[in-house]
DNA sequence: ACATGTGAACTGCTTCACAGCG
DNA sequence: CGCTGTGAAGCAGTTCACATGT
């Protein structure tokens, strides 16, 4: 069995820990693959990545037989594999929806373009920041929104807006048939069941950690 | 019993995610309360924050016993408890260490002070940023870093630097007595044990998206 | 009657342990 | 012999269901 063989669409619901963990093994074959590095073992992908060498044969085994027993698997067949599962096989269109700093901080983020995501466009309500650029990024009329997404079809819609409205745009958001969302309003958000949401709340972040300071003995 | 028999700290370790529920709770309880309503049922918080009313009554019952069978729970008094158990009843001293988009977008941010995280001071080793403000903060030499954490003593550092340096500082951090930390670098830092480290890791969170994408039907 | 608080049942993720194969 | 791949066991978090208190 090789990495070909794994089935065309996984079978089982696959866990976000998983994901996430795919992620991370990712990041450090790339880093191997710079190295020139042939193989690695289960065990060695566990501890830099902080789990267990069980943990990283089973979270692969749900896509595939990547390994060579006795042998470990190859660095660059395994990184082209999870590459695949990942969907970084091809180019996504982002849209930033809030021309604030924060926007800001992500249109300027090399780790984008490196990775596949273009950002196609930013949009704003605000007369004053529409028509202007946000690091080289044009900044459009919210008002165009749906009639551009008809015309782009961007994949992904980051929010980058005021917690009261990410409701509402969230909505608008669905409504235009875009399917994934990266959320960093504050807020709760309900989105329909084929939509992928995922929320970066630094406000939660932080009260885990003075948890943790409050309740460490 | 009331919210006052609550455990001084609770027994058995708390699962990341029922703290992430209770800032969810503690959000609604702060809305609620602007609109000056009294009493809130598991149910009603439930719904807004996506969970069970079985969940809510299980993530409270850890802490104590804050509800009236056949009315459901106090809003202020239920606010006031989850932001003792939070740790939100003082004041905690933030540094940012890295004085770019991120660091920039983060000192700006009014939910921080609203919350009670007061940011003394920014890092960076940018001989050209060094002296100059990020948002009105004052931009230090990373090098008087140490002798400024034995005088200052800050709870919080947030990481807004690259990713090849963040294990490096992260070490720096917890050599100067800091426990807590938010890393924004997309990289898996190894810390000590009695340190809470929390990581914000874009790329992960796209690359979930993007399964998600990929593998939808 | 209504909604909480909680043991018991359940679900699903993680760890174990070893057979299988290079 | 070494390391993968994987059923089985273990464990943790969620859901159920109902006794309990107002």
């Given amino acids: 069995m090789n990495q070909f063989t794994s089935p065309a669409q996984p079978l089982k619901r696959i866990a976000e820990s998983t994901v996430r963990r795919l992620s991370i093994y990712l990041r450090f074959l790339e880093e191997f693959e710079g190295r ?12 830099r990545g902080g789990t267990t060498s069980a943990q990283v ?12 027993r006795g042998l470990g698997y190859s660095v660059p067949e395994l990184a082209t594999s999870l590459r695949e599962i990942l969907g970084l096989g091809r180019e996504w269109k ?11 901080a992500l249109a300027q983020y090399h780790g984008f373009r490196e990775r596949g995501f273009v950002i196609v466009a930013a949009y704003d309500t ?8 946000l690091e080289g ?11 551009d997404v008809t015309r782009e079809n961007p994949d992904i819609a980051v929010l980058t807006i005021p917690m009261h ?6 909505d608008r958001v669905a409504r235009a048939g875009i399917k994934a969302v990266l959320n960093f309003a504050p807020a709760q958000l309900h ?11 630094m406000a ?8 943790a300071l409050t309740n460490a003995h």
Same sequence: chains 1, 2.
């Fill in 165 to 170: 409205s990410a409701q509402e745009v969230l």
């Fill in 204 to 211: 939660m972040e932080l009260e885990g950690l003075t948890f």
């Fill in 57 to 68: 044969r089973k979270d692969l085994s749900v896509f595939g037989s990547f390994g060579k």
């Fill in 94 to 104: 982002v849209v930033i929806i809030g021309a604030g700093k924060i926007g800001a």
């Fill in 137 to 147: 990024i044009a900044i459009r009329d919210m008002q165009s929104f749906e009639s």
């Fill in 191 to 201: 989105a329909p069941m084929d939509m992928a949401v995922k929320t970066v709340n």
């Fill in 126 to 133: 605000n007369p004053e920041k529409i028509g202007g650029t």
């Fill in 36 to 47: 020139g590095r042939a193989t690695v073992s289960s065990d060695e992908l566990a501890r």
